[in-house]
Every structure is written in structure tokens, then in C-alpha cells.
């Protein structure tokens, strides 16, 4: 039986043969906390902000480069905690939910984070899990990689919030990388935003993440499942620290076709993304989930 948000895929394209999609969660019963909620971090008004915003950015790069519409379906009704990415030809379509907005481990730069993760499956490229998805870390990687970054990064005065909220363990990660204020306080903000959704991530199986006890799991090949929460705090904070600049203009690897998890794919990859290949020290992909092709 087709239930939440799986339903809504299938209603709204009943003569389009079964899409790939991918979500930002994995299915889980927390919509039947929706109605339990009260002051939410986002209002609607924030959820239609924060869309407008991406959209105003990304709507003319998927035209100009990619010859593709960027549609966004704003459910702020629908109370799935989730999020979903699609493609139907021409058109990358991103669904966004009011269930998962209204969670109270989400603020309003969580949410950011989550359209940024579903965004980053039409772009984030190399590793694919799928003909024209970006896998779920990449994703991860490319929400404060790329597009948090290039969302937030001329609102200075609301960075500079996040230097009095910052926790120290997280603060001198961003020190190490970032020299200037402005860059340090825009870090500062992304890993914020990272521990609100590994938090709604870590609700889903019962369990919590910290900053500084990173996943030490190393896997034998890249996984394009769920990583586990902490996984994916350890993901998005690697992000954040990587301070190569992503090629908006690229969608690394997808060219290659059959090869887009290729050693050439990652080649192409690491001239805008940091690996331990091109001896980076931080801001790499966690082994974790992430086994490199080289």
C-alpha cells in the first residue's frame, strides 16, 4: 500500500511509469506527531521564504546550463517528515513538506539544509546513485558545500549570529580552515544547521549525535543508502569546512555516463571538492559512507 508522500508521488504523475526519487529520510511514522506540535521554528511564511530564495538562485542555473525547470511543490499542509527530489524529463522537481518544517529539531536554517540536500541530488554529481542522482552523502555534502554557502554567504549580519551560538569543538573546526570573520562566521552557521537536521535524522531511529564523536565506521564501498546520523552530521560538517568553491555551473561526473562512478568521475569531482586524493587534510568525505575510486 502506497502511504504519505509515496501516495502523493503516484497521484500527481498516474500516467508517468515509476520515477527514481530520492529523500532526505528514510520512511519513518513521525507525521503522526504532526498535529502534537506548537511554535514551530518555521512559520509558512519562512517555508515560502526560504524556497523563494533557492529557487531565484537555481531556477536560472538549471535553465542556462542544463536546459532543465526547477519545480518546487510547496506542501506546507502535508505533514510527511521528509523531503523528495524527482526528474520527469526536462523538468527537477523537489518536493518540499510542512511536516518535517514544523519538527521541533528543525530551525529555520535546518529547513534551508534540506531543500539545499535535495537540490544536491540533481546537482551534487559524483557519486550517483542513480542515472541523475547524486547519492544521499553527496547530497549531504552538497547542502553546506555549495548551496548553503552560496544562500547565506553575502547575508553577513545573520552569520555573524551564529559566533555567539557556536560551540567551541565545532568553532575551532571552522578556525583551522577559515582566517577571516566573515568566512568563520558563515561556517559557524552551517554547522549549526547541520546538527538540527542530524538531530531530526537521529529522531527517526531513536538515537543522538555530538560533534565531536565522529562515526568510525569505514566502509568497503560507497554506500548510496541513509548513512546513519552521526554519519551524516560528520558529512555536513566536512562540508562546511571544505574550502574549495563547487562549480555551479557542473554537475561533476554526470557527463561520463556509465562511467559517473568512475575514477574519471571523481577526477573531475576533486578539482571542486576536497579529497584525501588531492591531500587534503579536512573537509573530505567521511569514510563512512564514502570509498574512494582512486
Known sequence: MLTGYYKFLFTCFPLVAAPAFADFLPPNDLHLEDSLLRDANVTEEDFNGVIDQAEALYGPILKEQHGATLKVSRLWD?????????????????NMYGGLARRPEVTLDGFTLVLCHELGHHLGGYPFSAAWAANEGQSDYFATQSCARQLWKENRSKNAEAREEIPEWPKAQCDAVWKTEDEQNLCYRLMLASKSIADLAAAVSNKSVAWDTPDSKTVSKTYNGHPQSQCRLDTMMAGAVCDLEFDMNLIPGKDLGSKRNSPEAEMISAKHTCTQYMNYEIGYRPACWFKSAL
Open 78 to 94: 502535508t505533514n510527511t517528515v521528509n523531503a523528495s527530489a524527482m526528474q520527469f524529463g526536462r523538468t527537477w522537481h523537489v
